[in-house]
């Protein structure tokens, strides 16, 4: 229930569920999942910390990769600096273990910590990801790899690119799950929903929007742009 409420964008109901999953449902790692798509970075950081933690006591070797690969990934909207050093930490947990999403998800965190820098060094990373998604048929994953490209797009104040990236994102996300995707999509960069929107932010969509469109404006000074 928690999965799918999530993919629909029912945040407050996959919150419900997540708090009732214990670990046997991996329910750390589930909120973490739910909180940063409402931009909440540090929260959701925190959650994905305590999904590894629980994991290393319990010995899941694969739980614990993934729970610190997430854990980079938020913290490379916020803080490149410290996600390079979680990253790391994450590449070094996934040695010797089979774990395909998870290793393309830290490198799209790798490509979220380049994010608004000039030349085409995040483009051409964008690239290669997009396909070895695409091969490995993870449309979940490609559709984050877009939204990263979105964010980077954004912070470059480059509307053309923007429009492609939502293009793209509408694509992946048709069936509606994660459509809710695009909605962030339009967040970051000030633009208006095409259409209301059908996701249920946990505290609402203006909220969410300003703290997607903080996280761009953060970025930009950050890159002296």
Do not use: K
């Given at each position: 229930?928690?999965?799918?409420?999530?993919?629909?964008?029912?945040?407050?109901?996959?919150?419900?569920?997540?708090?009732?999953?214990?670990?046997?449902?991996?329910?750390?790692?589930?909120?973490?999942?739910?909180w940063w798509?409402?931009?909440?970075?540090?929260?959701?950081?925190?959650?994905?910390?305590?999904?590894?933690?629980?994991?290393?006591?319990?010995?899941?070797?694969?739980?614990?990769?993934?729970?610190?690969?997430?854990?980079?990934?938020?913290?490379?909207?916020?803080?490149?600096?410290?996600?390079?050093?979680?990253?790391?930490?994450?590449?070094?947990?996934?040695?010797?273990?089979?774990?395909?999403?998870?290793t393309l998800?830290?490198?799209?965190?790798?490509?979220?910590?380049?994010?608004?820098?000039?030349?085409?060094?995040?483009?051409?990373?964008?690239?290669?990801?997009?396909?070895?998604?695409?091969?490995?048929?993870?449309?979940?994953?490609?559709?984050?790899?877009?939204?990263?490209?979105?964010?980077?797009?954004?912070?470059?104040?480059?509307?053309?690119?923007?429009?492609?990236?939502?293009?793209?994102?509408?694509?992946?996300?048709?069936?509606?799950?994660?459509?809710?995707?695009?909605?962030?999509?339009?967040?970051?960069?000030?633009?208006?929903?095409?259409?209301?929107?059908?996701?249920?932010?946990?505290?609402?969509?203006?909220?969410?929007?300003?703290?997607?469109?903080?996280?761009?404006?953060?970025?930009?000074?950050?890159?002296?742009?």
């Amino acid at each position: 229930m928690a999965h799918l409420a999530r993919a629909a964008g029912d945040f407050p109901i996959a919150l419900a569920a997540a708090r009732t999953l214990g670990w046997p449902g991996r329910h750390h790692r589930v909120e973490g999942d739910v909180w940063w798509p409402q931009a909440d970075m540090d929260r959701a950081a925190a959650a994905y910390e305590a999904a590894r933690n629980e994991a290393e006591q319990h010995a899941v070797a694969g739980e614990r990769a993934t729970s610190q690969a997430q854990r980079a990934f938020v913290l490379s909207f916020t803080d490149p600096a410290r996600a390079d050093d979680e990253l790391d930490l994450a590449q070094q947990l996934l040695s010797g273990l089979d774990l395909r999403a998870t290793t393309l998800t830290t490198q799209i965190a790798a490509l979220l910590c380049y994010a608004g820098t000039p030349g085409g060094h995040v483009e051409d990373h964008a690239d290669r990801l997009r396909a070895e998604l695409h091969i490995a048929g993870l449309t979940s994953t490609q559709a984050t790899l877009e939204l990263a490209l979105c964010f980077h797009h954004a912070v470059r104040d480059e509307p053309d690119q923007v429009h492609a990236d939502i293009a793209r994102l509408r694509d992946l996300t048709r069936t509606d799950d994660y459509a809710h995707y695009v909605d962030i999509a339009h967040f970051m960069v000030g633009l208006p929903l095409a259409a209301p929107s059908q996701a249920r932010w946990l505290d609402g969509e203006q909220p969410t929007r300003a703290r997607w469109r903080a996280l761009v404006s953060a970025r930009r000074a950050h890159r002296r742009l």
